[in-house]
């Protein structure tokens, strides 16, 4: 109880700093929101009258706490481009953004555990030098330019899905997730490859122990050593890393998204930042901040129930 309550209290240290040093950014960073907010209309007068309106005459440390007492009470604040509420703006790109990181975690958990097995099983062998080769090609590709290749390859050349031609989950589901299906596989990639080397070295350090070598004295293929006793303890560092990688999915996710033009929330957080949105970008900066922190602790407080000799360091 006791680790959880300090894990506990890092985790909200570190989101009321993370919020702290994004809404200072946002202050700090050339532009006035007014001048966009006005356009052709701008003048002084009007400019100091807008500016009086929403507040930003007010001290750095006024606005943050009104800010931070607003938002842990549920209101986000309101859109300066959409004159509405933060809420609503991103009721609907949450939903894109949460869809593809879920979508890219569970192809990189499907693919990457069976083929960490393999890869163990058949240690030595061709199939296992020429995975190793190509996993360490894609482990070095970054998602952003595998979607650049899988928009040219499959968009253009070989039109398995149409480039930008969003199909929203209102209008089909089944065609909302094959749209995604290609920015979630560039996603996934350069993680099912570290996914599965880790899985492998896990197990290959897990068959050098003791408790092994008793299981091959009782007449036991490697397979069956593999399956009934090793793959449990093997999987344990994977399971934790799997919980983590979904933070930086996320982070991913907000990249790709530029790359196949979904309407997610990478594409509103750039938009936001150019029109000057403050609102609307601080409230995406600490939600992707939350599920990375949150993420991490929930992998450390997972990890540190499920393996004892965790609890005793």
């Excluded at 400019?47 to 001290?59: F, I, K, P, Q």
């Excluded at 030595?124 to 190509?134: A, E």
């Excluded at 039109?159 to 909302?176: E, N």
């Excluded at 936001?272 to 922190?293: G, K, W």
Aim: with cysteine; hydrophobic share 55%.
């Amino acid at each position: 109880m006791q680790y959880i309550i300090k894990k506990t209290g890092v985790l909200l240290i570190t989101l009321i700093l993370v919020s702290m040093l994004a809404f200072l950014a946002f202050q700090i960073i050339p532009g006035d929101p007014t001048t966009k907010l006005l356009g052709t209309e701008y003048t002084p007068e009007r400019a100091a009258a807008l500016r009086e309106e929403l507040g930003l005459n007010r001290s750095i440390p006024a606005r943050y706490w009104d800010w931070l007492t607003a938002f842990l009470t549920g209101d986000m604040g309101t859109s300066y481009s959409y004159s509405m509420a933060v809420r609503e703006v991103l009721r609907g790109k949450v939903a894109v953004t949460a869809a593809l990181s879920i979508l890219s975690w569970l192809l990189v958990t499907a693919v990457s555990i069976p083929l960490g097995i393999a890869l163990a099983r058949y240690k030595g062998g061709r199939f296992d030098r020429i995975s190793l080769s190509i996993n360490q090609i894609l482990m070095a590709i970054p998602p952003f330019f595998l979607g650049i290749l899988f928009t040219y390859l499959f968009g253009l050349l070989l039109r398995w899905f149409v480039p930008g031609r969003f199909v929203p989950f209102s209008q089909s589901f089944w065609g909302c997730i094959g749209y995604l299906f290609f920015p979630a596989l560039a996603i996934s990639i350069p993680k099912i490859a570290k996914v599965a080397k880790l899985l492998r070295s896990s197990i290959l350090h897990e068959m050098n122990l003791d408790y092994v070598r008793t299981a091959y004295s009782h007449g036991n293929s490697r397979w069956m050593v593999i399956k009934d006793h090793v793959l449990r303890n093997a999987l344990l560092p994977v399971v934790t890393y799997l919980a983590m990688s979904l933070a930086d999915i996320v982070a991913s996710s907000i990249i790709v998204e530029q790359v196949f033009v979904l309407p997610g929330l990478g594409r509103l957080l750039i938009a936001s930042i150019s029109n000057r949105d403050f609102p609307v970008a601080l409230c995406i900066v600490v939600i992707i901040a939350f599920v990375v922190v949150f993420m991490n602790y929930l992998a450390d407080v997972v990890t540190q129930y499920v393996d004892p000799r965790v609890r005793l360091s």
